[in-house]
């Protein structure tokens, strides 16, 4: 994990393998952002032309390496755009920082240490630089170069993220940068491990594994956990689990972590979709669908790390995280199209496409979480391909029972960098899931799909609470190149929203 330090050190005398600066869109070319003086004046004040006559702009993302002034102690000089320069008077927003600091971050992987002068203007801004490049400095690669024959390459040219990040300008005795940087760190190391948890191979993450992960960081964390097994799920009547897993050899799990904190006035309820791989089923998904589909359990590993992340910072809420893990596989065992579930509710569910597996694992979780009667429910699920469509494959659609709520869930997802946008639940769309055998099936309408499934897990909420839907399908997997802070493969989408939304009721901030 990458290690942060802040420091009031003189870039010219650090001992690092690069200084990061910020350079920013201008009117007229690129300007050096303000926290890079020192490094602008070795360069007699000209790095701005320099960064021009090398072709740099300030463009967001733009990365332009060249040989530091000399008398500094570090040899390269990382140039970082960071977009337009802000309007008069105003400052570097949170997200463009966050951006910023991550491409700078994953520009430096193989290197051991950065010094980053970025702008900081406050401790929000400490926070979002520190958190970018954190999450920027990710990689997954314990899969990678493990071969004996491997080993020599992998330590000759193996790129391992960068190993430490100062923030050049951060005070350690100013309390609030102190905590800023301290949050960052939480929150980014419980992301970059719901990252790796989305990025392992389902062959060795089935739902008991899983399990066992969350099992062990609540213990280390003071979390309270609970795990029923297939057994277990059998005794307790949650047929919609139950009938996911039944077609894998790997059973299913219902995870339970309970964070207490005794000065708690709120309690919420984050539920996650855990398939670990998802095949489709009988309804089998055909080649060019499931190839990433061991990412099918993003929502449950976003919501294990917000639990944890909540508890390593000291909320002063309490959650209950569920975690709704099976596995999706096609056998002799397996559920049919046109096979009945009786659900852990009592309500019975005709299936009739087994790929529409996420709200069934759901809508147990649901039920069950409902009897605590929390303030508030928020499930997070990689759900429908019609959501990413909507939306594309960087944003996540938000549905709720409660406008209020929902517009408080938009607001947390934009304070914490995460894009999101509100969808609505027509109410017209429910008669298309009507089954003539079940009290509802799991498939309605073709179109709307997304709203579809968000219709058909409200059925599932307990009377009069609060919920909410995040449906991550679009942003949870990365498949395209790595972008600011966001890598390849799994993104950790959601971890950040469900921290604030902890933090907005720990302080008494939501409704
Ligand atoms: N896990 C998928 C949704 C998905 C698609 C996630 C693409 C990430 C990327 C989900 O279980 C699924 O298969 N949904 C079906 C539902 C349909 C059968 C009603 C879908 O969206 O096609
Ligand atoms: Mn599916
Ligand atoms: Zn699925």
Redesign the pocket.
Known sequence: MTALTLSTAAASGLRADAIVVGVAKGAKGPVVAPGAEAVDKAYDGKLAGVLETLGASGAEGEVTKLPAPSGFKAPLVVAVGLGAVPEKDGSFGAEELRRAAGAAARALSGSKKAAFTLPLADAAAVGAVAEGALLGAYSFDVYKGNAPSDKAAKAKNGKAPLAEVALLGAKSRDRAHKAAADRAVAVAEELNRARDLINMPPNDLDPEAFAAVAQAAAKEHGIKVTVLDEKALAKGGYGGILGVGAGSAATPRLVQLSYTSSKAKKHLAFVGKG?TY?S?GI?L?PAG?NE??K??MSGAAAVFAAVVAAARLGLEVNITGWLALAE?MPSGSATRPGDVLRMYSGKTVEVL?T????RLVLADALAKASEDKPDAIVDVA?????M?LALGNRTFGIMANDDTFRSAVHEAAEESGEPAWPMPLPSHLRKGMDSPTADIA??GERYG?GL??GLFLKEFVGEGITWAHLDI??P??NEGGPFGYTPKGGTGTAVRTLVRLAELAASGDLG
Do not use: Y
């Open positions: 398939i998802d489709g309804s998904k669908h990433t589909m990412c099918d999706n496409n790929d529409a597996e996420g990689t759900l429908t391909g019609a990413m799991n498939m799909g579809v499934a399908a679009g949870a997997f």
